[in-house]
C-alpha cells in the first residue's frame, strides 16, 4: 500500500455489504479513503468502518449526491414562501415550521426495469437507491432531527415515515415502477401553515453539480486531513434504513435512539 495518497471504495455490489471488508485494509493504514453510498448494509459495519478510521487516524469520507445536490438547496431556499405569510403585511407573523414533507425516490425502479425483473427485490438490491431518498430527506428537513420511524409496503421500505424532533413529519416513497424508468429522478414537495412548494425533477443532469461538490470536499479532506463531516453523518442514514427495517417487521414505530443504542 506504499505510495497511495487516497482510495475510493465504489459502489460494487449495489447494497453496500462489502464496504466494510474493502476500506479495512486501507483504513488500517491511515489512508484517506472515500467510501460510496450506501455507506454500509448495517449500522454494525458503518460503526465499525468508523472506528477503524478513528483508531488508525485516517480520515473518511462517505456521501450521497442528494446531500448536496444544488438543485435541493435551491429548492430548500423557497421554503419561506410557505413559512411567512404575506397578507396583510409581510412578515407580521413569526416564521412558522414545515409541517409535512415529501421525498418520492425512485425505490430500485431503474435497475429492476433495466433487468426485466419487474416488482421485486430485497433490501440489498433496493439499498442503492432508497440511501438516496433517505439523504435527500435529511438534506432537505434537517439532518439529526429524526426521532422515529415507521415503515410499511409490499417491499422493502416502500413507503417510510420519519418523524423529527422540531414534530415535521416526513413520507419516503421508494416506489419499484416509475414512469419512466430509464432516468434517476427525485422530487420533493413541503407543506406548510401558507401553502405547499414542490420540486422541479433531481435528476441525471442535476446529480452533476452534487457531484462536482462532493469530489472538491474529498480533494481538500486528502491534502488538509481535516474530516469535512461529523463521523455520524455518515452513520445516520444506515441507523435511519436499519430503524424502518425494524418497524416495517414489528408494524410499529422505532426510536431512531434504541437503534443507536442497539
Not at 464496504?19 to 454500509?40: E, M, N, T
Request: with cysteine.
Amino acid at each position: 500500500l506504499d505510495g497511495i495518497d487516497a482510495v475510493f471504495v465504489a459502489d460494487c455490489d449495489g447494497g453496500g455489504g462489502d464496504h466494510l471488508r474493502l476500506a479495512r485494509p486501507f483504513l488500517a493504514q491511515g489512508i484517506p479513503s472515500f467510501v460510496d453510498k450506501p455507506f454500509a448494509l448495517t449500522l454494525q459495519d458503518a460503526l465499525e468502518i468508523v472506528r477503524l478510521a478513528e483508531q488508525h487516524q485516517a480520515p473518511l469520507f462517505s456521501a450521497s449526491i442528494l446531500s448536496y445536490v444544488p438543485a435541493a438547496t435551491h429548492f430548500k431556499n423557497r421554503f419561506h414562501e410557505i413559512q411567512t405569510v404575506y397578507w396583510p403585511v409581510p412578515a407580521e407573523q413569526p416564521e412558522q415550521p414545515i409541517g409535512v414533507g415529501v421525498v418520492k425516490g425512485v425505490g430500485g425502479a431503474f435497475s429492476q426495469a433495466l433487468a426485466g425483473k419487474g416488482i421485486r427485490g430485497g433490501l440489498e438490491q433496493r439499498m442503492a437507491y432508497i440511501i438516496h431518498g433517505v439523504c435527500l430527506a435529511l438534506n432537505l428537513f434537517g439532518q439529526g432531527l429524526v426521532e422515529w420511524v415507521e415503515a410499511m409496503g409490499d417491499l422493502p421500505l416502500e413507503y417510510v415515515h420519519l418523524h423529527l424532533k422540531n414534530q415535521t413529519d416526513v413520507m419516503l416513497l421508494n416506489t419499484s415502477t416509475d414512469t419512466f424508468a430509464e432516468t434517476c429522478t427525485f422530487y420533493a414537495s413541503a407543506y406548510g401553515k401558507y401553502g405547499a412548494v414542490h420540486s422541479n425533477p433531481i435528476g441525471d443532469p442535476e446529480f452533476l453539480g452534487g457531484a462536482a461538490i462532493i469530489l472538491q470536499m474529498f480533494r481538500a479532506m486528502v491534502q488538509t486531513g481535516k474530516v469535512p463531516v461529523p463521523y455520524r453523518n455518515l452513520v445516520e442514514p444506515i441507523a435511519i434504513i436499519e430503524a424502518a427495517q425494524l418497524a416495517q417487521q414489528n408494524g410499529s414505530k422505532v426510536l431512531l435512539q434504541d437503534v443507536w443504542k442497539g
